[in-house]
């Protein structure tokens, strides 16, 4: 499954394993250095993964196969849920029990076994879901939401798809479709339901209706 963002891309192979190439600058390749690649090159880490992605603002996060989270490039705005920039896979403290995460420009959101999403990173449009636009490098619960499905971060923006295939979006509306100029400001800083359509399956073959 490849993953990728602005300058860099990363391959999860069936194995669990990952490899990556592109540019290098704040250690988002994860190689213990900050050199670029040009081809792909295996990121060495104790762990197996399950799911990953990379954020444009120089940055990965993954999912492990034992529901711990890693990331690894800059936490210029507590992105990969670390105090300070790393380059090479690091646990996310405190984390257990997720499935998946995504990664927008600068935020990111994991979905856990219980249907929770944890947010953390830039919230400068309300992103992260938690009712004010203040960063957190620490994953925090969308305590709004339950029963999520399925999690996708936007460059500012966030959407989930709750049990009862209802999309949720947050953060900057301007690209979510979620918007009304008259009656709701450009920034949701909680995840405000989609009144004018709704997802009827998760599978490849969604059927959407208004």
Wanted: proline share 5%; hydrophobic share 30%; aromatic share 10%.
């Amino acid at each position: 499954m490849p993953a990728a963002n602005c300058t860099h891309t990363v391959i999860l192979t069936d194995e669990g394993t990952l490899s990556c190439c592109g540019r290098n600058s704040c250690g988002e390749l994860g190689t213990s250095d900050n050199l670029e690649r040009t081809s792909f090159t295996p990121i060495r880490s104790p762990v197996k993964f399950t799911s990953v992605s990379c954020g444009a603002n120089c940055f990965t996060v993954a999912c492990a196969e034992d529901g711990t989270l890693w990331a690894w490039g800059s936490s210029q705005n507590g992105q990969t849920g670390l105090p300070t920039n790393v380059n090479k896979p690091t646990k996310i403290p405190n984390t257990r029990n997720f499935l998946s995460v995504s990664s927008g420009c600068g935020h990111s959101v994991a979905l856990d076994s219980s249907g929770f999403a944890w947010s953390f990173g830039d919230n400068s449009h309300g992103q992260l879901g938690l009712n004010h636009k203040s960063p957190t490098n620490v994953p925090t619960r969308i305590s709004s939401l339950s029963e999520i499905q399925m999690i996708s971060c936007g460059g500012y923006f966030t959407l989930l798809l709750d049990s009862n295939h209802r999309v949720w979006s947050c953060g900057d509306n301007l690209y979510t479709g979620n918007w009304d100029w008259k009656i709701i400001p450009s920034d949701n800083l909680y995840p405000r339901k989609f009144s004018h359509w709704k997802i009827f399956s998760s599978s490849p073959r969604d059927r959407v209706t208004s």
